[in-house]
């Protein structure tokens, strides 16, 4: 099972999108822009909003038979670990292994002798395609590397030999994420992290590494720019530099976690990418949820009032809702409006407010990532929340489709070709 070159990680909290999705992906197909869906959700969303694996399998289903889609499709299970992959196995055929929490645990010294005198081959300034500076790599360097992250690429590994026993070698995509970390992997750890994947025989198609900035979830990307890019083309030049120094699968390619609404960096990836005629999978960070919420809002009547509830009861639960996001939000609470303020709001200005839209003057970024982690709230009122999502599916699927497209696919697929 092969992924194809440019894919694109469609969250869907509510499973109720993936027409919309779907249908946003087909607009790029038409112009021969080839962009495979992969359906992804993580234990975490699957818990918080009660659904399971199989309901997201479903819902591709659903969509790829009424769109008469008859090219590639997965489902990811994703940032799954040994403690919940087991619930996986049956419904998704793409399966991303998050090791970052045994980042930094050490590894026995044996293994990481062993990889170091492997390895030394590499010692000294060492010359890759595409990287203008050769990289400096020492001993002591990959002795400090692997110690790092051998441990965690031996669970990865651990989790993909389970998942093959379950479901056969080659039967799904395999993705090795690191992204949920404190620090940022430079270009020769990557390099040495790929080297220890195909060591463990992990056959990665695709890895994700924390890259240096904020990706903060559903906002634009904090940071240094013009460092991004540099660090983005070099892990190209190393992506391509292990696959034929270490056999990795000849499309292993770069996948960006809470890659959604990163506008300022859109511009560099997709310049990057043609440079090196390289291949990306991007994951959207749930942000379909948001477009429902405008879509409700600018139905007015129902759907702006539950779009006005979800703030209110969003407000008072602030803690404990951003709690488990603290790292990846950055809310200034000042700024949030009160829910008076928002309840005098017709249905366009709460668009306006949510909509991630830069050049207009009423987008608030505070009220978009309250509202981004919200999701519980909506879960909570059940069926009148999915049932206005089906009432008003017309123009939901709208601005779900829009955004995927407009504000996705254009700015990183269709300036990357
Ligand atoms: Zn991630």
């Known amino acids: 099972m092969i992924l194809e070159k440019y894919s694109f990680g469609i969250g869907d909290r509510f499973c109720h ?46 969509a790829v038979k009424a769109l008469k889609w ?13 403690g919940n992959v087991d619930q996986f196995i049956e419904s998704s055929d793409f399966f991303t292994l ?5 980042i930094g645990r050490p590894a026995d010294k044996s293994d990481v002798d062993a ?5 030394g081959r590499y010692i000294g300034s060492l010359a890759v395609e595409g990287i203008e500076r050769n990289l400096d790599v020492s001993e002591e360097r990959i ?42 992997q430079t270009p020769v750890e990557m390099l040495f992290i790929l080297a220890a994947i195909a060591e463990e025989g992990i056959p990665a198609q695709t890895i994700a590494p924390k890259f240096t900035g904020r990706f903060n979830k559903g906002v634009d990307y904090v940071g240094d720019v013009s460092a991004f890019a540099k660090e ?27 890659g959604s609404d990163k506008f300022s960096i859109y511009g560099p990836i997709a310049g990057a990418l043609k440079k090196f005629d390289a ?8 942000t379909t949820w948001l477009e429902e919420l405008i879509g409700l809002a600018m ?27 603290a790292t990846v939000i950055d809310i200034d609470t000042a700024e949030l409006p009160t829910p008076e303020q928002v309840d005098d709001w017709d249905g366009q200005s709460f668009a306006s407010a949510l909509r991630h839209d830069q050049s207009c003057g009423q987008y608030n970024p505070n009220f978009r990532q309250l509202l981004h982690v919200a999701y519980k709230i909506a879960a909570e009122m059940g069926t009148r929340f999915t049932n206005a999502l089906d009432r008003h599916e017309d123009i939901i699927a709208q601005n779900v489709a829009e955004n995927i497209y407009e504000r996705h696919v254009r700015p990183v697929f269709m300036e990357a070709r």
């Not at 080839?34 to 992804?40: C, K």
């Not at 008859?70 to 040994?82: E, K, L, Q, R």
């Not at 998050?98 to 045994?102: E, G, L, N, T, Y």
């Not at 291949?279 to 749930?286: P, Q």
Request: aromatic content about 8%; some cysteine; hydrophobic content about 40%.
């Open 98 to 102: 998050d090791v970052a929490d045994f």
């Open 70 to 82: 008859d090219g590639p499709y997965f489902v990811d299970a994703d940032h799954i670990g040994p």
């Open 299 to 325: 139905a007015g009547g129902d759907g702006l009032s539950i779009a006005k509830e979800v703030y209110a009861k969003a407000l008072m639960r602030f803690g404990e809702l951003c709690g488990p996001y």
């Open 143 to 184: 002795r400090a590397i692997s110690g790092k992250f051998l441990l965690a690429v031996k669970q990865a590994g651990g989790i993909y030999r389970h998942i093959t026993e379950a479901k056969g070698a080659g039967s799904f995509i395999t993705e090795v994420s690191m992204d949920e970390t404190d620090q940022p």
């Open 115 to 119: 990889f170091v005198k492997k390895y």
């Open 232 to 258: 983005f083309e070099e892990d190209l030049a190393v992506v391509h530099f292990a696959v034929s120094e270490f056999g990795l699968p000849e499309n292993l390619k770069l996948s960006i976690h809470s």
């Open 17 to 62: 999108q993936g027409k919309a999705q779907l249908s946003a992906l087909m607009k790029a197909n038409e112009q021969g822009l080839n962009i495979t869906p992969v359906w992804n959700k993580s234990h975490r969303e699957h818990t918080i909003i009660g659904t399971t694996p199989a309901d997201t399998r479903q819902e591709a289903l659903d």
């Open 279 to 286: 291949g990306l999978h991007i994951k959207t960070a749930g």
